[in-house]
């Protein structure tokens, strides 16, 4: 099983990016899916995830507004789309995806936002 996390970049403020996360060995669809991020210095925050179950999502306060998470079921891939990025913002960005008791983390992205 492999996630692959990738669209990461420099970007300025008040930019844009969005990240895709490819799994390979197992259906996204099937998993709850959530992207995490862990800037310096700080824990890593879950920032946002997709129910498995009824497709809800959730997005902390940091991010709603900005950031939208979407899934391509016939590409098995989730995106994380970012717009008016902000400095705070910047961080490794990590995909997950749970089922009952497995989950399994993807390699993260770098995120850098700065002038």
């Known amino acids: 099983v492999q996630l692959q996390a990738s669209g990461g970049g420099s970007v300025q403020p008040g930019g844009s990016l969005r990240l895709s996360c490819t799994a390979s060995g197992i259906t996204l669809g099937n998993y709850a899916v959530g992207w995490f991020r862990q800037a310096p210095g700080k824990e890593r925050e879950g920032i946002s995830c997709f129910s498995s179950r009824n497709g809800s999502t959730y997005y902390p306060d940091s991010v709603k507004g900005r950031f939208t998470i979407s899934r391509d079921k016939a590409k098995n891939t989730v995106y994380l789309q970012m717009n008016t990025l902000k400095t705070e913002d910047t961080a490794v960005y990590y995909c997950?995806?749970?089922?009952?008791?497995?989950?399994?983390w993807g390699n993260g992205t770098l995120v850098t936002v700065s002038s």
């Open positions: 997950n995806a749970i089922m009952a008791l497995t989950g399994y």
